[in-house]
């Protein structure tokens, strides 16, 4: 979902004719590397592709929990999130269920670790990439009612999608669900129950989304202490979970533990609230839980 946002900001500045990736990036890094400026995302999406080569960095995050210095400096919640993802994911053939399509980019769809696998992608509205050719499944639904029978998948990643749920999804072009001024939301816990549904026993489940102080942005909701509380609760009933935590600081990002994290703000690109001077492109603080099935 928020690559939409990305295009959305990065062709609001883009009115000449496209330039290639390598000017744009050279532009991005000469003009001072600001965020959503020409090049931001070509830029990032460069950085994220070389991370999730790196098998020492990813063996790092898995068992040091820890990013190299300055990393992900000026860059979003994304270039922490598929690298802590890959991190977790494993090089046997198997189903995985990429719950709110953040795989459906070529960098990803390409990956080694991604191309051993049958993977089926869920999102609500088709999307312009599409990689049907290379047997990847598209399933159009609402992650509340996921369409797969019982323990279908080996493992399910949703990446940055809960928070959208029950939110005012029209700045991804459609307008689905009921919108909530100010007020928590817990209709992602019905998410919850279909993702724990649909992984099979000894299966595994890896969720992301932007960690906090409460925030309603009006198209995603930041969660708090209580709220990942529900969710650990929720999942405990069927196996065991872990939650990891990982902090922006203006030198980049590391893993903290969740007191450092709940108070921090997120930055909204749109409006510009919480914004502050660290250089955070996004959202500052990432919860990523992993959770084994074991009924």
């Not at 928020?2 to 003009?31: G, M, N, T, W």
């Not at 809960?162 to 999804?169: A, F, M, P, R, S």
């Not at 928590?184 to 299966?203: D, M, N, P, Q």
């Amino acid at each position: 979902m928020f690559k939409k946002i990305i295009s959305k900001l990065y062709f609001r500045y883009v009115k000449s004719a496209p330039e290639q990736p390598v000017d744009l990036i050279d532009k991005y890094v000469s003009s001072g590397k600001i965020p959503w400026s020409p090049g931001y995302s070509e830029y990032r999406w460069k950085f994220i592709s070389e991370a999730l080569q790196n098998d020492s960095l990813l063996l790092d995050i898995l068992q040091l929990k820890k990013f190299p210095a300055n990393f992900g400096e000026g860059l979003d919640d994304r270039s922490a999130e598929y690298p802590w993802i890959f991190a977790h994911l494993n090089k046997e053939k198997s189903k995985i269920l990429d719950a709110g399509s953040t795989f459906n980019f070529a960098d990803i769809v390409d990956h080694d670790l991604v191309k051993s696998k049958d993977l089926t992608i869920l999102t609500f509205f088709p999307e312009p990439a599409n990689f049907c050719s290379k047997r990847i499944s598209y399933v159009y639904a609402d992650l509340r009612e996921i369409p797969h029978k019982t323990g279908y998948f080996d493992m399910v990643v949703c990446q940055s999608t809960l928070e959208h749920i029950d939110k005012d999804n029209s700045i991804y072009g459609y307008d689905i669900d009921k919108i909530q001024d100010e007020k928590k939301s817990f209709e992602f816990l019905k998410a919850i129950t279909e993702l724990i549904r649909v992984v099979k026993s000894g299966g595994q489940l890896l969720i992301t989304f932007p960690y906090g102080k409460f925030e309603d942005h009006g198209f995603f909701q930041q969660l708090d202490r209580d709220m990942v509380e529900q969710i650990v609760n929720l999942l405990n009933k069927d196996g065991d979970s872990t939650c990891e935590f990982m902090l922006y600081h203006k030198d980049g990002w590391q893993f903290a533990d969740q007191a450092a994290c709940d108070n921090v703000e997120s930055y909204n690109p749109h409006t510009g609230r919480g914004k502050g001077t660290d250089g955070a492109a996004h959202c500052r603080c990432i919860c990523g839980i992993s959770f084994t099935k074991n009924k």
